[in-house]
């Protein structure tokens, strides 16, 4: 509701001492239907040397916000107003005419993922049920590495590596641009965002290195541990 026909409203409505009390829940009603970016868990250069505050500066600040902007301009006055994230991108993923509207807020939600998918400090092999299902699927903590670096090399253009859950195993997936596993039903377990904007700062066109960095010094294993329970 604009201010001056919410101030005809309640001049109309004899609401004039209620005024500022309704005017509150209703600017905390918009505020709870939109989409918002999370804060990050970690300071912008918490993540050096491996990606820098100049790139998170970009990646978090410019492109995350962005896509957050955008799919609220682009809800506003349809039927997805006021949805949560998750099953906004779930049900706009089936909607041939929403297409811009899955595209941001699936980037939303990858962006998400990702940054929880990373830690100061991370990096360090898996311990307990995410150690015994990478094994499971991968024969070894070695063979995850091998097949999550090839799905991250390998996706081409933008896109996401990710290793999900399908049918209760582990599996490492690629999707291009801004696809995700919720759209097909799978359950997400860490995610490495490998468009060019994600790394292209500190490593130019050596997708590989910017990949390997994030397994040896990243990768943040109690997130993954989470998704699995
Ligand atoms: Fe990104």
């Known amino acids: 509701m604009r201010r001056r026909e919410f101030i005809s409203w309640t001049l109309k409505a004899g609401a004039v001492a209620l005024l500022p009390a309704i005017w509150t829940g209703c600017q905390r009603n918009s505020a709870k239907a939109s989409i918002g970016l999370p804060p ?17 500066a970009f990646h978090y600040g ?26 906004l991108v779930v049900s706009s993923a089936g909607d041939a005419e929403a297409g811009a509207i899955f595209n941001n807020a699936a980037q939303v939600y990858n962006h998400n993922f990702y940054w929880n998918s990373m830690a100061p400090g ?6 307990g049920a995410v150690q015994e299902g990478l094994a499971a699927s991968f024969g070894s903590y070695d063979g995850f590495k091998k097949a999550f670096l090839d799905a991250a090399t390998g996706q081409f253009g933008s896109g996401w590596a990710w290793l999900v859950i399908r049918d209760g195993k582990l599996e490492v997936m690629a999707t291009s641009n801004a696809d995700t596993p919720l759209a097909h039903g799978l359950k997400p377990v860490l995610v490495i965002d490998v468009w060019e904007h994600a790394y292209y700062l500190d490593y130019q066109n ?6 390997e960095a994030f397994l040896a010094n990243l990768v943040n294993w109690e997130f993954a541990a989470q998704n699995l329970s």
């Open 40 to 56: 990050l868990a970690y300071a912008e250069d918490a993540l050096e040397p491996h990606i820098s505050a100049r790139t998170m």
């Open 62 to 87: 410019k492109h995350h916000q962005g896509y957050v902007d955008n799919v609220n301009k682009l809800v506003a006055k349809t039927p997805y107003a006021g949805m949560p994230l998750e099953a």
């Open 122 to 127: 991370g990096g360090k092999e898996p311990t």
């Open 206 to 211: 050596q997708r590989k290195a910017y990949v």
